[in-house]
């Protein structure tokens, strides 16, 4: 694709909710739910500012840019990119289209029929690709964040604009502020997408539009979350229960107890020591001078396993456990928080370097987290655990 100014527009809403916390950072009122699109239908969340930008030939100009913009706003601006073929480009963008499919499923039809782009897509493709040597400092997780980093490394002089910025804002003053940093965000987000694109190569900018395909199927799963049955989720907790009972029953005679099993230290001990089994591997202490520690974890039980029964039915216990907490005490945490009957495991495409998709079961941090989904990629191919999902109606 040759980037032509005129059929790229830049888009960005900014989200808030009902305050229930203060933030961590800032020390402001701030609300859980102003990342999580479901909870507009119940009134908890809304969208502040609505932002896209369009080029005139010269600059770019305001297509839109409103506070607290109604479905009839949003739909104009999704329309009139339809009309003009435009594609949509934004920081992120699969967060923003959630929230316009939230407005109902005639938001949801133009958002899957209109071609969209993300400028975090564009800068993990350019940073690895091609890859000639292995470096783990390469490799580490990482979200491509629009600030600071993007806009410190790119447009320097765009950077510490957004500076004192409430993103719950109440007052008019404040919520002038916001809008007028929502515009701003979009002309960083297309500048430097813009940039990042002419970097590329043919083959890395098809890989971009391909996967950019998937960003509104995204959004749209990510919205709906996936329905649960409740029934079922007890179902298998108490199955779990059963099969960690047994096996630890099994291992009582050998000196096993639970609180052992949840030791890694004092489950070493017994292992290695008392059982005599092979220390396979060691964890690498993180304090000077202090001796590396056995380990035990699955990859080291999956190997003694194999050599003897014990071993084995060690890995059968805590999988057990693991699968509880994992599959049914997060579920059911995640549908008491959401209401609607879902579990919402959010999903990201840009955050790993070989490009597989991560979810996010958690938002928030510490005492303000909040359970809104489960560890889906990590989801149990068994039929027990798939029975927990269910149809809707």
């Not at 000639?132 to 510490?160: D, M, T």
């Amino acid at each position: 694709m040759i980037w032509d100014d005129a059929k790229i527009v830049a888009a960005d809403l900014e989200t808030s909710g009902e305050i229930t916390h203060e933030d961590l950072d800032t020390k402001r009122p701030a609300s859980k739910y102003a990342l999580q699109p479901w909870m507009r239908k119940t009134g908890k969340a809304w969208v502040t500012s609505a932002s896209m930008l369009q080029h005139d030939g010269q600059n770019l100009v305001p297509h839109t840019s409103q506070l607290f913009p109604d479905k009839a706003v949003l739909k104009r601006m999704l329309e009139d990119a339809l009309a003009n073929d435009w594609t949509i480009l934004g920081w992120n963008i699969a967060f923003d289209i959630s929230w316009l499919m939230s407005f109902g499923p005639d938001m949801e039809d133009l958002c899957l029929r209109l071609r969209w782009l993300d400028g975090m897509l564009i800068w993990r493709h350019l940073e690895i690709e091609p890859e000639y040597e292995f470096s783990s400092q390469r490799h580490k997780k990482k979200r491509y964040r629009l600030k600071p980093e993007a806009v410190q490394q790119f447009i320097p002089s765009f950077a510490g604009l957004d500076e004192d910025v409430d993103f719950h804002a109440r007052d008019q003053a404040s919520l002038d502020k916001l809008q007028k940093y929502n515009d701003r965000d979009n002309v960083r987000a297309w500048v430097i997408s813009k940039m990042l694109w002419g970097k590329l190569t043919d083959q890395q900018q098809r890989a971009v539009l391909i996967e950019a395909e998937s960003l509104p199927m995204v959004a749209q799963a990510n919205l709906h979350g996936i329905p649960i049955d409740r029934l079922a989720v007890r179902h298998l907790s108490a199955k779990l229960d059963m099969d960690a009972a047994a096996r630890l029953a099994e291992l009582a005679p050998d000196g096993m107890r639970e609180d052992i099993v949840r030791s890694p230290t004092k489950l070493a001990a017994l292992m290695f020591d008392e059982w005599k089994l092979p220390a396979l591997k060691e964890n690498k202490s993180k304090v000077e001078g202090k001796p590396n520690s056995r380990s035990t974890d699955k990859e080291v039980l999956h190997e003694l396993a194999f050599i003897d029964v014990r071993a084995k039915k060690v890995k059968q216990y805590r999988e057990a456990l693991n699968a509880k907490g994992k599959f049914c005490t997060s579920v059911l945490e995640s549908l008491d928080y959401n209401g609607d009957g879902h579990s919402h495991p959010t999903a990201g495409i840009f955050r790993t370097y070989t490009g597989r998709m991560t979810v996010d079961s958690k938002q928030g941090r510490g005492k303000n987290a909040c359970q809104i989904g489960f560890a889906l990629h990590q989801m149990k191919r068994e039929e027990e655990f798939r029975e927990i999902v269910c149809t809707e109606g």
